[in-house]
């Protein structure tokens, strides 16, 4: 994205919202308003709700930059109109706007964070007034759950839904991991989506369920391993939250303590492979060890998967004397067939690679070879 095409007044406003917003916000695309300068002055975000992405475009003038933006909303959304006064001025985009501060480069921030919040309280009135008792009755249940979002979509090609983002977990995921590098905090959902409109079916179908992480998470575990609760007929969410926290809960603190298992792992190999060249820290998920056979020497690399001792783990050479013509360093197909048990104790799952590796140097150095004459 050309952000040093954008105006330094406006690129400061940008650059504090994508730093401090405390969810994570992309630009989708810039451009230029004026026929006059080339600078980048408008800009799509796209900003998340209710575990998908709305669009609002904001639309500074270069030849104005003192100016508040404007701000566009999707074509779906004709019917909210949050430029209104209101008797909380913290509250009211109408006072920041009418307030605004170019030099502050907080305010931009403000201003999208107002709009959501709004857009939030605009979306649940939509689906309040949906005609559907199944849904009524989880406002009814679920509305006082802190950070729940709903939101009703709907379209000539596609039926009328009703969507809930319901935060799952009140312990801080970021505080169960030892130096823990996410700046923004994680967060798991179940996305739970009910179809309107079907008042001709004897029984309810169940809502459509699934769960949705932030994607920092994954280097911790997949939700996807994770198998959701049956949903029994009938159910509603407060009654089938419970089990599937507890299902969650217990999945966090065992993929915290894998990781101690594999940074136990790590620390065996170098009894065979010695001190490792480098090492992820946090998630113990990489680590590279330089080998020699000979005069002959090389690189593995070990990726480590989130279900290590279960799958084990995959290995890649790399020479560090032979480059393609590219350049590049000469790197074996990614190798995973070797001997393996998770039952086996850490110092035999070392040795065995050890010795699989030893093995394999030889067919790896003729692929070298066999590089250089091409």
Same mark, same amino acid.
């Given at each position: 994205m050309a952000v040093d095409r954008v105006p330094p007044i406006f690129a400061a406003q940008l650059n504090y919202l994508l730093s401090h917003s405390p969810f994570s916000i992309k630009v989708e695309q810039m451009w230029s308003g004026s026929k006059n300068y080339p600078w980048n002055d408008r800009f799509t975000l796209l900003i998340p709700f209710c575990l998908d992405f709305i669009k609002w475009d904001i639309i500074y003038n270069v030849e104005s930059p003192l100016s508040p933006p404007d701000v566009m909303f999707g074509a779906e959304d004709d019917k909210f109109i949050p430029f209104v006064l209101s008797s909380d001025p913290s509250k009211s985009p109408m006072h920041t706007l009418s307030n605004w501060n170019s030099k502050d480069p907080s305010r931009l921030l403000s201003l999208i964070l107002q709009l959501r919040e709004l857009y939030s309280a +605009? =979306?649940?009135k939509c689906v309040g007034g949906v005609d559907d008792e199944r849904v009524k009755f989880e406002i009814s249940t679920m509305l006082s759950r802190e950070g729940i979002e709903m939101s009703l979509s709907s379209g000539v090609e596609k039926p009328e839904e009703v969507k809930f983002a319901v935060p799952?977990?009140?312990?801080?995921?970021?505080?169960?991991v030892p130096a823990c590098p996410w700046r923004q905090q994680q967060k798991i959902h179940l996305q739970?989506?009910? #179809?309107?409109?079907?008042? +001709? =079916?004897?029984?309810?179908?169940? #809502?459509?369920?699934?769960l949705v992480s932030t994607l920092e998470l994954r280097s911790l575990f997949s939700v996807e391993d994770i198998k959701l609760p049956?949903?029994?007929n009938g159910m509603c969410m407060a009654e089938y939250l419970p089990a599937l926290e507890e299902t969650v809960q217990m999945q966090i603190l065992e993929a915290v303590s894998l990781i101690g298992i594999r940074r136990l792992f790590i620390e065996t190999l170098t009894v065979v492979f010695g001190r490792p060249l480098e090492a992820d820290p946090i998630f113990c998920r990489?680590? %590279?060890?330089?080998?020699?056979?000979?005069?002959? %020497?090389?690189?593995?690399h070990f990726l480590l998967p989130i279900q290590f001792p279960k799958k084990q783990p995959t290995l890649i050479l790399q020479s560090s004397q032979h480059f393609n013509k590219q350049g590049v360093p000469v790197r074996s197909p990614v190798m995973s067939e070797y001997p393996w048990s998770p039952r086996w104790e850490l110092s035999d799952m070392a040795s065995r690679i050890f010795d699989f590796v030893v093995e394999e140097s030889s067919n790896f150095k003729k692929i070298c070879n066999d590089a250089l004459q091409r």
């Open positions: +605009y =979306q649940g799952l977990l009140d312990t801080s995921i970021n505080n169960m739970v989506i009910y #179809p309107i409109g079907r008042k +001709y =079916q004897s029984a309810p179908s169940a #809502p459509r369920l699934k049956t949903w029994l990489k680590a %590279t060890f330089l080998v020699a056979n000979g005069v002959f %020497t090389f690189l593995v």
